[in-house]
């Protein structure tokens, strides 16, 4: 398969009581294109993917306040530590972005298919003449949202 023929879709997910880590494993998938048949590893034949309301996430158990997310600045001493309840009050849409670039292969086409992704705080979003098609996460399985 070529570059030119690959045809992208454009999936629109509400995250209103989603599980983060459950949510995040099905946007890989749409982003990497292992939900195509012509899925190939080394191409970037997946598919765009709008998630709206990132705000209203959810962790299972007590991880939103005893998880911990940790960067390094790259100096002596330089690790830094935050909890999902900081980043939830900063910036919602980072918690999920996070998620899914931690689930992709690292290098270039991780980097491009992360691009794919658009992640906002609330339900409106720029990308509405591209005619999304909504993905109904809810049904597929009970145990991927919290009431």
């Known amino acids: ?28 998938k749409i982003l990497r294109g292992k939900k ?16 709206t309301n990132a705000r209203k996430i959810k962790f299972t158990g007590k991880k939103f306040v005893n998880k911990i997310y940790y960067k390094h600045t790259g100096f002596p001493g330089g690790i830094k530590e935050t909890t999902p309840n900081k980043i939830l009050q900063k ?6 972005k ?8 690292r290098g270039p086409l991780g980097r491009k298919q992360l ?17 999304a098609i909504d993905f109904d996460f809810k049904s597929i399985n009970k145990k991927n949202y919290l009431n």
């Open 1 to 28: 398969m070529k570059k030119k023929e690959v045809k992208k879709n454009w999936y629109k997910i509400d995250a209103t009581n989603l599980i983060v880590g459950r949510l995040a494993s099905e946007i890989t």
């Open 36 to 51: 195509k048949t012509s899925f190939t590893p080394n191409m970037d034949d997946g598919d765009f993917v709008i998630v």
């Open 91 to 96: 910036d919602p849409s980072r918690i999920i």
């Open 98 to 105: 996070l998620a899914v670039k931690r689930m992709l292969p």
């Open 115 to 131: 691009g794919n992704l658009k992640v906002y705080n609330d339900d409106k979003h720029p990308h509405e003449t591209q005619k």
